[in-house]
């Protein structure tokens, strides 16, 4: 079951029927990294010019209650999910690697190229620094 599929689990235990527009809240957290509900608006607006500010703090509200994101961490989303990594190689072949083991190889792999010098990987940011569409992996 996808995380998607969890937090929408969730949400209709707790009574909440899930419209289109919720739907798309829910993809807009998870594939973005939001730190205010009006970041998360204007990313839905520019989708659907319809929805309101208040059914995007509803939702963040109802995500919140169920436990799905934390406003301290800026709507990072907490379902649980495996934290694993797939490395997809030019032959087809697919490599799987559990957190621990793509933590490893992140952290020895940059360190026999020379980048680390004694420090220590703290966070992965996938795209640019400034993208504001980057998945960030924290050690």
């Keep these: 079951m996808s995380g998607k599929d969890q937090i929408i689990e969730k949400l209709k235990k707790n009574g909440c029927r899930i419209t289109r527009q919720r739907s798309m809240l829910i993809d807009i957290i998870l594939e973005n990294s939001c730190s205010s509900c009006k970041e998360i608006y204007y ?10 500010l208040a059914t995007v703090y509803r939702m963040v509200n109802a995500l919140e209650e169920i436990g799905a994101i934390d406003r301290k961490n800026m709507y990072k989303v907490e379902y649980p999910a495996r934290k694993g990594c797939v490395v997809l190689l ?3 072949t ?3 690697l ?4 793509w933590k490893h190889v992140i952290q020895e792999g940059l360190g026999k ?4 010098r004694g420090r220590k ?3 992965v940011i996938m795209g640019d620094e400034e993208d504001s569409s980057r998945c960030r992996l924290d050690y």
């Excluded at 990313?43 to 309101?52: N, T, V």
């Excluded at 559990?98 to 083991?101: A, F, L, T």
């Design 43 to 52: 990313k839905a607006a520019d989708k659907d010019h319809k929805i309101g």
């Design 90 to 92: 030019d032959d087809g």
């Design 94 to 96: 697919i490599c799987r």
């Design 98 to 101: 559990s957190e621990k083991n």
């Design 113 to 116: 190229c020379g980048y680390l």
């Design 121 to 123: 990987v703290a966070s």
